[in-house]
């Protein structure tokens, strides 16, 4: 694989003195035997798995309160081109766009422009949903994903919209949608709550809402090649995005839609995402400019929803901890790109890494740098099970790949695990390369492992589609309806082979 290490590896920093690539140390100081160990071990481990992973690209930068600690790139920009990949290029950060949104938020409620408790209909008087219960979502309950909102279904990376009447022109669309559950009732990640929000900032503030991220947060945090606008990052600094298709491939469309710009949207580098998490880890200013008020971290940081066993919602930011330590993050994912943000704000660090190919699992390696800031062995970067089984599949058969599966999940040291998710994509992968019936072997593997999730059998069912089987179709799609009987998607997938959901 072909890997780059940016000329500026390593800068000297407090706590660690950090020294690397052959670069010069700051004259009158010796880096310590220890911090020479931690860097080695972070870029040792990152070239370990980019290479056994065998992602195009991967970027990653980890920082303190005022230094870079450490930057570093593997790879190529594009499997096309083969040009080096480096820390200062530009990835797609998906739903890590979420926490700048939140700071947009927080900055109107500091300038009295915004009540996080009002009705969202009082800044959006034309936003509603097919449910009366929607007029009782605030912007707390958007920003916590507790409003009761579904998900976007399509983000139409195949058709953007580019103009300035994208954001109103969503909000308008989703008239139609059904709610999950009532206000603050119970949390459900939405990304059209945030695509919403995105309106709210721009009627408020009386600017695009890209406009007003440029201007009010990113060029303040000289995050100068940083944009929600696609259009105006520079092409020279541009990755390109991967998708899974038998190994990963050149993806046919860049995820971009003005439409989502507030949920997904920003395009970064590590070395610019690195001047974000110093600004956040010293709550709320870097480099003598301030974005936020101190006391503001108390609203972003403070759990206002509780979204699973072991991590809470802030105010966009996601809440756990580990080891005794607060952790406080975010990870993206969208079409060809995966993102990772982690800070440690009690331990004064944090961490930021970006991959051009979305099968990447790129929380995996962000925890993987948490161990080694840590002082802590971190676990060894394995290929997925999924990726596995499927090479087993096409190299010996269905039955061996579920004999093999059977063999993983017995051994208790093997420490792998696999989600629903995982085969999907792998499915998914086929359909898009016209391996109709391979395509539905592994859905229909993946309702064997996974029965309980709606998802797998809506997948099952379209796939049955596209093999002419209508039947098999409509009884996959009752099946997922069966366990939630809310999934949208099998529901519209039952109207278009005219079959009634009432």
């Given at each position: ?124 008087p034309y936003f509603k949903l097919d449910d009366d219960r929607y007029r009782g979502i605030t912007i707390r309950h958007m920003l916590d ?190 079409t060809g790109y995966v993102s990772y943000i982690l800070l440690v704000p009690d331990e004064g660090f944090g961490i930021v890494l970006a ?140 109207q278009m082979l005219g079959v009634s959901t009432d």
């Open positions: 694989m072909k890997r780059r290490i940016a000329a500026a590896l390593c800068t000297l920093a407090l706590p660690l003195l950090l020294s690397c690539g052959g670069q010069p140390t700051v004259e009158g100081t010796s880096p310590s035997e220890g911090a020479l160990d931690v860097t080695e071990r972070i870029e040792a481990y990152l070239s370990d798995a980019a290479e056994v992973l065998g992602v195009p690209g991967l970027a990653a930068a980890v920082v303190d309160v005022d230094a870079m600690l450490y930057s570093g790139a593997f790879g190529v920009r594009s499997l096309e081109s083969g040009d080096p990949l480096g820390p200062e290029n530009l990835f797609h950060m998906a739903s890590v766009s979420k926490p700048f949104v939140a700071t947009a938020i927080v900055q109107l409620v500091e300038q009295g422009k915004i009540d996080l408790d009002a009705p969202v209909t009082e800044y959006l994903h507790s409003s009761g909102m579904p998900d976007v279904e399509d983000y139409e990376w195949d058709k953007p919209q580019f103009d300035e009447g994208a954001a109103e022109r969503y909000v308008r669309s989703i008239a139609t949608k059904e709610m999950i559950f009532a206000p603050g009732e119970d949390t459900r990640y939405s990304n059209m709550a945030f695509d919403t929000l995105g309106d709210v900032i721009a009627k408020v503030s009386g600017m695009s809402f890209d406009d007003y991220m440029k201007t009010r947060i990113l060029d303040p945090l000289e995050m100068t090649d940083s944009n929600f606008l696609y259009a105006e990052t520079s092409e020279a600094l541009r990755t390109t995005p991967h998708v899974w298709n038998m190994g990963p491939v050149v993806s046919s469309v860049y995820p971009y839609n003005r439409r989502h710009a507030p949920s997904s949207t920003l395009n970064s580098s590590v070395l610019e995402m690195a001047h974000w998490i110093q600004a956040n880890l010293r709550r709320g200013e870097r480099s003598g400019t301030r974005i936020l008020n101190t006391e503001s971290y108390d609203l972003l940081w403070t759990p206002s929803s509780q979204f699973n066993e072991t991590s809470s919602v802030g105010l966009s930011w996601f809440l756990e901890d580990y080891e005794g330590r607060r952790l406080v993050g975010h990870g993206g994912g969208d991959s051009n190919y979305d099968q990447t699992p790129i929380r995996d390696i962000g925890f993987g740098l948490l161990d080694i800031m840590l002082g802590r062995e971190p676990e060894p970067i394995r290929r997925s099970i999924a990726h596995e089984l499927f090479d087993v599949y096409t190299s010996a058969g269905l039955e061996a790949a579920k004999h093999r599966y059977a063999q993983i999940e017995a051994d208790e040291s093997d420490g792998r695990t696999l989600g629903a998710g995982a085969l999907n994509r792998m499915g998914y992968g086929l359909l898009a390369s016209g391996n109709v019936q391979k395509a539905i072997n592994i859905f229909e593997f993946n309702t064997d492992l996974f029965p309980d999730v709606a998802n797998v059998w809506d997948s099952l069912a379209e796939a049955s589609v596209k093999a002419g089987d209508k039947q098999g179709a409509i009884e996959y799609y009752h099946k997922a309806l069966e366990i939630d009987p809310n999934f949208s998607s099998s529901r519209r997938g039952l």
